[in-house]
């Protein structure tokens, strides 16, 4: 089967579960007896398993399929969670994260057998078993022959064909488990009717039904075939259940078109040594022989007259478990989303962003022929809310939380304290904030190395911090929250703070500033130096930082998603990195302004106020010029002379001051005139221009020019 | 260049460009489009050859000139001037100022008279080689050294 055309989606789904599974264990190791947890993660592991052996990844398979055992043996009650286990898991986990790495890299999963994980998965389950250690070894080969070799619809049991499912080792297990506890085990087979057309869905119902009261253990055909529809006429299950068996065959019949439903008792030891009996070409009939000996309850048939027992639609934790049981069945049970490919997002996007030019270009034509008709402004007006709109929906459709990027952190701190030998715990708040898309997948990287740089720096050991008055634990906040036009993604320590005076040093050293400059130095300045290319002041190179690649990396990536990062540190205190994000990197509000005979946008989220100075206003500090606005001195700086313009005002008119403010910083930005506000598409200038830092791109107006826009950021 | 004009199979397309007196030719397969000179936005701070941006049904595409990179004279902004849009795999979608577009040559392979390796050492050049055909000699363009940029 070629399956190369589902690679996308199973590379999505399996980072999807890997997360999952992270997350999930990570709880466990919080609170280790949580069922919910384990289902939950027994469910991933089992549809990792399905998707790795679909895609014939058998390593990937392999590993999973021990994972899972291990938790079955978990959720039965069989292993307890212990510490050493849940190391073993994660390291399973970065397994699967290489194999999936190596399959998107190269669409092959790699050689790496991972023996050593296997074993002690291995170890662990046999431990758990009061150390039967062939159990743990022949479980495998059993229960990959039992979805292998599924229906057998040639078996000599008449209608009662869930005679003919074998059971596994480990299904046996789990069945001797619950008939222990006092629960029945059952083999259903249900038949729908020739007529019925949605055969799968009608399966599902089934499935459903039965699950409000039973577990399903093993179906026949697979779950996922019966939702693949590819079955004739019936399917056979054997179930686990608390209810009577008239109760469940009612249950079932009750979903509409099922022509008949016929059960009965299972006994697992009986079908184990009827197996055992007859290893080869006998197995479909030893074990109905044995069947024939049970009581007579199996051939019991449903009452027809079902009871009135509706059964509405199931609790959010019925489908749930429907989910953890069926193998296969991951898919959600109503699937109000879709995947999209996020290049036809941003297709969408261009075209919104076409339409909005030629929404502009419709204002400034009809504002230019001089005739104002009512009706046609009112048209316009009209267009202009509707392109807003539809601009609008197609953003947040592009927008994703940053759940997805920051989930992986508290695993990777878990990670940093076992290996820096300090202890931390993260917090995270505003995982829901949602960012473009691109964004998203992008900031990643530039968070993993501040929560390092935390961890690492940033933290004092146990010791140093019992000794400042400070709890043992350090704490380590990753908050992120929307602020006007912009998400602010704040990561805090309450370690040590900076050291500007060993920063400083450093940088000597480095050769990166001069004594002097030294000197002269601001707190803030020293701190910026962090960001400097080649700067590293952990005095011993670790693996977790101090490469020296760390923070320039960080500043530069934020800055080429045109955001930008703030460090506030007081040292013995802690320090927090500020990351600042526009909401969208398309669409933006503008102020439009004239320089000289050229027209210049500026970003309206930068701009903080629009000032009228008089030229007697403008005072000097150190030759620069500078204004004094409420208490505030801020140096002017003119368009005109920087963009090699010349200004057409009149020196002695009053100037025109823009006032933007990068993080506590501002500027005033003196222009000749403004235009107006007005909704622009950025447009990239290309990589063949780029030498102009100032300008951060263009747009296209409405009468067809393009201005540039305004970089206040570099700027100030 | 030199590889493209030996595999091309028998002829190559030219459009013949006029920069002052001079005729040259630009590889059809490199040419996107041609339009008529419009206002170029100026973009501060950059070489002098880069004469700014254009908006090109939406698009916004960096213009250079031609004559200022080869070191001739300012381009003079006449009826007859159009700024051809080239698609480069490298640099992507630039325009390049021309004096006039004259006619579309085809050219055998053995009208194409290659330029001598030791040439290329020659920046000044921006030529890959000579063509000859009724209409007199075409140079013609490098155009990877035309739109590369200054070190």
Request: a negative charge.
């Amino acid at each position: 089967m070629d399956v190369s055309q589902y690679l996308e989606i199973f590379l999505d789904e399996t980072s999807e579960h890997l997360q999952n599974l992270n997350t999930q264990i990570l709880s466990l190791e919080q609170e280790p007896g949580n069922m919910d947890t384990i289902n939950e993660i027994f469910r991933a592991a089992h549809s990792l398993k399905g998707m790795a052996g679909t895609m014939g990844y058998k390593r990937m398979q392999n590993l999973t399929h021990d994972m899972e055992n291990v938790f079955s043996e978990v959720r039965n009650g069989n292993i307890t969670v212990k510490a050493s286990m849940i190391d073993v898991l994660f390291q399973c986990l970065d397994a699967l994260e290489e194999y999936t790495t190596n399959i998107r890299e190269n669409a092959d999963e790699g050689t790496n057998d991972n023996e050593p994980l296997i074993k002690q998965l291995n170890d662990i389950l046999n431990g758990g078993d009061g150390g039967d250690g062939t159990e743990a070894a022949a479980e495998k080969p059993a229960e990959e022959a039992a979805p292998a070799s599924p229906a057998d619809n040639g078996g000599g049991h008449g209608d009662k064909k869930w005679l003919d499912i074998k059971l596994g080792d480990s299904e046996r297990s789990v069945l001797k488990g619950a008939i222990e506890e006092g629960k029945k085990v059952y083999g259903l087979t249900v038949k729908v009717q020739e007529s019925c057309i949605l055969k799968a869905a009608r399966a599902f119902l089934v499935f459903k039904a039965i699950e409000e009261t039973s577990e399903i253990l093993v179906s026949s055909p697979s779950a996922q075939d019966i939702e693949d529809e590819k079955f004739e006429l019936d399917f056979s299950l054997i179930i686990i259940s608390g209810a009577e068996l008239d109760q469940v065959i009612a249950a079932a019949k009750n979903v509409s078109e099922i022509e008949d439903v016929l059960g009965g008792v299972v006994d697992p030891d009986a079908s184990a040594s009827a197996e055992e009996a007859a290893p080869a070409k006998a197995e479909e009939t030893k074990p109905a022989e044995a069947e024939e000996t049970k009581p007579a309850e199996a051939e019991k048939p449903a009452p027809a007259a079902a009871p009135a027992a509706g059964k509405p639609a199931a609790p959010a934790a019925a489908a749930k478990k429907a989910d953890e049981k069926k193998p296969g069945a991951n898919k959600p049970v109503v699937n109000r989303t879709v995947r999209v490919d996020i290049e036809k997002l941003d297709t969408l996007m261009n075209l919104v962003s076409e339409l909005i030019i030629a929404k502009n270009s419709l204002v400034s034509a009809s504002a230019a022929s001089g005739t104002s008709s009512t009706a046609v402004n009112e048209q316009i007006e009209y267009l202009e809310s509707v392109t807003t709109s539809l601009h609008e929906s197609v953003m947040k459709v592009r927008m994703v939380p940053i759940e997805s990027t920051v989930s992986k952190f508290p695993r990777m701190v878990r990670d940093l304290q076992k290996k820096l030998g300090k202890k931390m715990e993260l917090y995270m708040s505003g995982e829901e904030t949602e960012l473009d898309r691109t964004v998203v997948d992008e900031i990643g990287d530039p968070l993993m190395h501040l929560l390092r740089n935390s961890a690492d720096h940033g933290l004092e050991s146990a010791e140093v911090r019992k000794e400042r008055g400070k709890p043992e634990v350090g704490s380590i906040f990753l908050d992120a929250y929307q602020d006007g036009n912009n998400v602010i993604i704040e990561v805090r320590d309450d370690g040590n703070g900076i050291d500007t005076e060993a920063v400083r040093n450093k940088a000597i050293e480095r050769g990166i500033i001069t004594p002097e400059q030294a000197e002269n130095m601001s707190e803030k300045d020293s701190i910026d130096l962090l960001f400097h290319a080649g700067f590293s002041t952990a005095k011993v190179v670790s693996d977790v930082s101090g490469r020296g690649v760390g923070l320039d990396v960080v500043k530069s990536k934020i800055e080429a998603l045109s955001g930008e990062v703030e460090v506030k540190s007081k040292l013995g205190e802690g320090s927090s990195w500020i990351i600042r994000l526009p909401l969208t990197l398309a669409i933006i509000q503008a102020l439009m302004v004239d320089i000289g005979n050229e027209k210049y946008a500026i970003s309206l989220g930068s701009i903080q106020t629009i000032e009228d100075i008089a030229p007697s206003d403008v005072k000097f500090v150190q030759a620069k010029e500078v204004i004094q606005l409420r208490d505030l001195v801020i140096p002017l700086i003119r368009l005109n002379e920087i963009l090699d313009v010349e200004s057409k005002k009149d020196p002695n008119d009053n100037l025109v001051v823009v006032v933007v403010k990068k993080g506590d910083k501002q500027a005033g930005l003196v222009v000749d005139e403004l235009i107006g506000q007005q909704e622009i598409v950025i447009k990239s200038l290309g990589k063949y221009i780029s030498k102009c830092k100032i300008i951060s791109g263009a747009t296209v107006l409405g009468d067809g020019e393009v201005a540039l826009i305004l970089d206040a950021n570099t700027l100030i | 260049m030199d590889t493209e004009l030996k595999t091309v199979s028998e002829t190559t397309q030219f459009i013949v460009i006029k920069l002052g007196d001079e005729q040259y030719g630009i590889d059809i397969k490199y040419i996107d489009n041609i339009v008529r000179m419009q206002h170029i936005t100026r973009v501060p701070k950059v070489d002098a050859y880069l004469k700014g941006v254009i908006n090109l049904r939406g698009e916004v595409i960096p213009v250079m000139s031609i004559r200022i990179k080869m070191g001739l004279e300012p381009d003079v902004e006449t009826k007859s001037s159009r700024i051809i849009i080239l698609k480069l795999e490298q640099q992507g979608t630039i325009g390049v100022i021309v004096d006039e577009v004259k006619e579309v040559v085809t050219l055998e392979n053995d009208q194409i008279e290659k330029m001598a390796y030791d040439s290329k050492d020659d920046k000044n050049t921006f030529l890959c080689g000579i063509g000859k055909c009724e209409g007199g000699l075409i140079s013609l363009l490098d155009l990877n050294s035309v739109v590369l940029e200054n070190v």
